[in-house]
């Protein structure tokens, strides 16, 4: 199923295999489309490390308990040829311009956590 013209719904499902759960597609639909924006901004390939996450596999990880990506409200992206950093920076300036959801924002050595959560929330968690 395709949720943007770049992304299909089959690109967020669990890494253990778990699709996402139909009582979250209004959220990855929202992801997606807040992706979508980035991708067209950059005009290169938005690549998902890790989006939905099954509750099993989110323990498995380490993940948060209240993890966005729970509810496939969340998604840990790269751009091949930008650093982390980059892409932190363009979704901030994305962000400004109010193109994409001012969500969860978060910088990792890399990748970048972005979430469509409802409260801006902002961490760097690079060593």
């Given at each position: ?9 089959s ?7 778990t699709a996402?759960?139909q ?5 990855v ?14 005009k ?6 890790s ?17 966005q ?8 992206i790269?751009?091949?040829?930008m ?12 962000i ?10 978060g ?13 801006p929330?902002?961490w760097?968690?690079?060593?």
């Open positions: 199923m395709k949720l943007t013209p770049n992304f299909s719904l690109e967020f499902g669990c890494k253990d295999g996402v759960p009582k979250y597609i209004a959220n639909t929202k992801l997606a489309k807040n992706l979508q924006v980035l991708r067209d901004h950059v290169k390939p938005v690549v998902l490390n989006a939905y996450r099954s509750p099993a596999y989110n323990r498995k990880i380490g993940g948060a308990p209240a993890s990506h729970l509810t496939a409200s969340a998604g840990d790269r751009i091949a040829g650093t982390s950093k980059q892409v932190h920076a363009t979704i901030l300036q994305l400004a311009e109010g193109k994409m959801h001012n969500g969860g924002l910088l990792y050595n890399t990748f970048v956590h972005y979430d469509i959560r409802a409260t929330t902002r760097d968690l690079r060593k």
